[in-house]
Nanobody
Framework: QVQLVESGGGLVQAGGSLRLSCAAS????????MAWFRQAPGKEREFVAA????????YYTDSVKGRFTISRDNAKNTVYLQMNSLKPEDTAVYYC?????????????????WGQGTQVTVSS
């Protein structure tokens, strides 16, 4: 069991940047592959980005590729999502998720642990 807490969300103008953080409850988070998902009002939860245990591999959905960067610092038990060139369509609640098996699928059903979410709102 691992507890995940997201932070760093807020209101930003289009073209701006935010850096989300996902803090895990203990160092055991280094044993997990991690991912970010997002969910906008009235829409299904969608995959954003994922990263393997050591950070050696990453995977992004096409809509954020080149704008968002996922990274992790296992010494700090933290995963990050750097979001640049934000667009209004990026507005959503962003969730981090953890998976014990060290692969990074895009399906939310393949992740075992979830944070509570942090709101990102991008104004035009």
């Amino acid at each position: 069991q691992v507890q995940l807490v997201e932070s760093g969300g807020g209101l930003v103008q289009a073209g701006g940047s935010l850096r989300l953080s996902c803090a895990a409850s203990s160092r055991t988070s280094s044993s997990y592959a991690m991912a970010w998902f997002r969910q906008a009002p009235g829409k299904e939860r969608e995959f954003v980005a994922a990263i393997t245990r050591s950070g050696g591999s990453t995977y992004y959905t096409d809509s954020v590729k080149g704008r968002f960067t996922i990274s992790r610092d296992n010494a700090k038990n933290t995963v990050y999502l750097q979001m640049n060139s934000l667009k209004p369509e990026d507005t959503a609640v962003y969730y981090c998720a953890a998976r014990l098996i060290n692969t990074i699928p895009s399906s939310p059903s393949q992740y075992n642990y979830w944070g509570q979410g942090t709101q990102v709102t991008v104004s035009s």
